[in-house]
Every structure is written in C-alpha cells, then in structure tokens.
C-alpha cells in the first residue's frame, strides 16, 4: 500500500479494530487514522497505576501476537488533574520499557497539557497567526481587499477558529485577540492605534469572542438532545421557556466547561433568535447576522450588553 494512500488509514483500523475490544472495560479507547489513545479515569493514584500497567500489559501481548512492535518512543503518558496539590505520581514502567511521562501532548492539532489551561494552544495559535500577519502584510500591497478578505477566511479564519469552543473564553486567549486586530488593521491599512469595531463589521467577519460564542452555539443547536429547555420541566409561560436549564455545578472548571458555559450564552441570546433554535440554518443565519453587527470585545460583554444591542434582531 503506497505511503500517504487514502486506503491506507482505512487498513489499519480494519487491522486493530479487535484491539479496543481488549480494553474497553479498562479504559475509553480512542482511534483516529493511526493515532490510538486510551483514557484511564481513576481517582485514586494506586488504582490508576494498576489499570495503566494492564492496559500495557494486553496491549504488548496483542502487539506481539500480531506480529507489530510497539514504538516507546512516540508513546506517551499524561496525567490529568484539575489541581495541583492533588497532583499524584503515575508509574508508567512497563515490563519491557519506561514510557515518557509529559505535561503537554499535540492531539488531532490541538495541544492538550494536563491542566487544561490551555495555554500552549495558544501560544502556538497566536505564533501561526503572528506569520500569518506577516504574509499578509506583504500581500496587502499587491492584492485587492476581496482577495486579502479571501485569504483571511481560507487561513487565519481556519487556524483561529479551530478547537475554540474550548479556549476561546478563557481570559489567556487575549493574546491572540490583539493579533487578530493586528490583522484586521493591516488589511483595511489603517493605524496601530485605530478601533477594529467598524472595521470587523465591515469585512463582516466575527472577532475572537463572538466567534467563540458562535461556535458554542452552534454547537448546542446541533446537539439539543443533551441539553434541557425549561419548557421540557415546565409549562408556565414566561419568557424563559425559550431558556435551557442551567444544572447547579460548584468547580469553576465545570462552571468553564463548554456545556455549562454554553448554557449561559445560549440563555443570553436575543428572545427572536432562541424562538428558532429549532431550525439550524435560520438559527445560524440570524445568529450570524447579529454577532456581525455588534462586534463584541469579550465574552461578558456579550452577556451584559443591553437591550439596544438588540435593535433589529429577529423577535
């Protein structure tokens, strides 16, 4: 089978598909093309320890029974915790090899560390940006806005809006807002110094943050069936009935979680745009429509704003 085949990928799964079978009661095996990951969830360190040495221990027998080595060099552990004076030590020795223990790992183009802050996404997010604005800037001279426009959509569109349902309203992501504006300034050629508002509605593209609130809400339309109207508990009409039900969550990292946070963007929606979150497409266009014109500069501004954001919004 020739390398970078689109066949290829589709072999291998066939090839390994018996091999979550082997641990599923053990861990949440994960397979994506010729990546496999396993999710341990066990609180207790010892207990952990037990489950990842025999998680190692079916995977090297299965790997040697189909004739395959396994590569200790590209294999990873990461340790997750959500707070770290709870921070517990994790063997990773197995019978034949220590596998490396890390802090951050790059996963289907995202980088994950073992806090979830998220900030070495970022980081990285913010360095492809910064060349971005470069090429750009280089460009801006020769091209028309519509082609620069279309470049910004194909590119740095694509690079910022991947992964940031996740980090996008987290208040380390504001690094890569003042990039953003960087950009925007370069392609309308105006100074340092000048406000994006008028200019980002005028290219009609979303900042970072309505951007962000954009893709949770997508989101939640998509997969109503996890979430709760208040309507679905209650036939009182009021004006809530149009609201999901906010679950009582006391970690802030829940509270930050893309369920729980989305709730509260979806809840702060316009009365006419959450009357047709049944239809997709109409919720995303009048969703669309109103996060272009109002340009917002954060997550909480958004929230708070008041009513005469609303003027004109589908009611």
């Not at 004076?85 to 197995?94: A, F, G, I, M, P």
Request: proline content about 2%; overall charge positive.
């Amino acid at each position: 089978m020739p390398q970078g085949s689109i066949l290829g990928p589709l072999l291998f799964l066939f090839y390994i598909n018996d091999l979550p079978q082997l641990v599923k009661d053990i861990a949440l095996p994960i397979l994506y093309a010729d990546d496999t990951s396993f999710i341990i969830v066990n609180s207790n360190s010892m207990n952990m320890n037990q489950d990842l040495k025999l998680v190692l221990e079916i995977t090297q027998k299965w790997f040697k029974s189909n004739i395959m080595l396994l590569n200790y060099y590209q294999t990873t552990s990461m340790h997750f915790f959500s707070n770290i004076s709870y921070r517990s030590v994790v063997n990773t020795q197995s019978t034949d090899c220590k596998i490396n223990l890390t802090n951050s790992i790059k996963f289907l183009g995202i980088t994950i560390d073992s806090s979830l802050t998220w900030n070495k996404h970022i980081d990285r997010t913010n360095s492809k940006l910064n060349s971005l604005g470069y090429i750009l800037r280089s460009l801006r001279s020769v091209l028309s806005l519509k082609i620069i426009k279309q470049i910004y959509n194909s590119y740095v569109h694509s690079v910022l809006n991947y992964g940031i349902i996740f980090w996008g309203n987290l208040s380390y992501s504001r690094t890569i807002f003042i990039t953003q504006k960087r950009i925007v300034r370069i392609i309308m050629k105006t100074k340092a110094r000048d406000s994006c508002r008028a200019m980002v509605s005028k290219l009609r593209i979303l900042t970072l943050y309505s951007q962000h609130n954009f893709s949770v809400l997508m989101f939640i339309v998509k997969h109503k069936d996890i979430f709760t109207f208040n309507i679905e508990l209650h036939k009182i009409n009021t004006r809530q009935k149009f609201d999901l039900h906010v679950p009582s969550v006391n970690l802030t990292n829940v509270q930050k979680d893309v369920h729980y946070s989305g709730i509260t963007l979806f809840n702060s929606l316009p009365l006419g745009i959450k009357k047709v979150a049944h239809n997709t497409n109409k919720f995303k266009h009048e969703l669309k429509k109103f996060l272009i014109k109002n340009s917002f500069y954060s997550v909480e501004e958004y929230i708070d704003r008041d009513a005469t954001y609303d003027i004109g919004v589908l009611q």
